[in-house]
């Protein structure tokens, strides 16, 4: 995956959101962990699959993926914030149910409100990363996926979103 071309691309969309709303100088790295945390749910509410009283299958796959790219377009705008877009990730290999790896990420995301450092974000990406993996993504649909939605997120913007 070519991170830096995605840090690249994060880094435009966020620089456009701040100009075009007047929110330089704002801090905003609060919002972007509630917005993670939010889009987080909407995946975790995607995949169903903490739903054990519902017999209601997950949503499609493109479904899932497009709340996936959502929450990764704010763990790379939190590794802007915090300047650690110069990073080498190791996936984990995570064989516990989906559930225990959607709480387990926020409680990590709640690890880097309060301390973060590098290690943290790294956890944060880690770990998210071998969510995508359970979920059944390649790299290359996390990549097209992102391409795909910060299109969208850039008309968005055109369109007074």
């Not at 017999?55 to 915090?82: M, Q």
């Not at 709480?103 to 995301?109: A, Q, R, S, V």
Request: proline share 1%; hydrophobic share 35%.
């Amino acid at each position: 995956m070519n991170l830096h071309k995605l840090f690249q691309m994060q880094n435009t969309l966020d620089h456009r959101i701040e100009t075009q709303h007047h929110l330089e100088g704002i801090p905003l790295f609060n919002k972007k962990i509630l917005s993670l945390q939010v889009e987080l749910g909407e995946l975790a509410n995607e995949t169903r699959c903490f739903k054990f009283w519902s017999t209601k299958k997950s949503s499609s796959k493109d479904i899932v993926l497009e709340e996936y790219i959502d929450c990764l377009h704010f763990i790379l705008s939190l590794g802007l914030e915090k300047n650690f877009q110069d990073i080498n990730l190791n996936m984990k290999n995570i064989t516990c149910e989906l559930s225990t790896q959607f709480l387990n990420l926020y409680i990590t995301i709640s690890n880097f409100t309060t301390t973060s450092s590098l290690d943290n974000y790294l956890s944060i990406f880690n770990d998210f990363l071998s969510l995508g993996q359970s979920l059944g993504f390649s790299e290359e649909d996390i990549e097209n996926g992102y391409f795909y939605k910060n299109k969208i997120n850039h008309e968005r913007q055109d369109n007074g979103y």
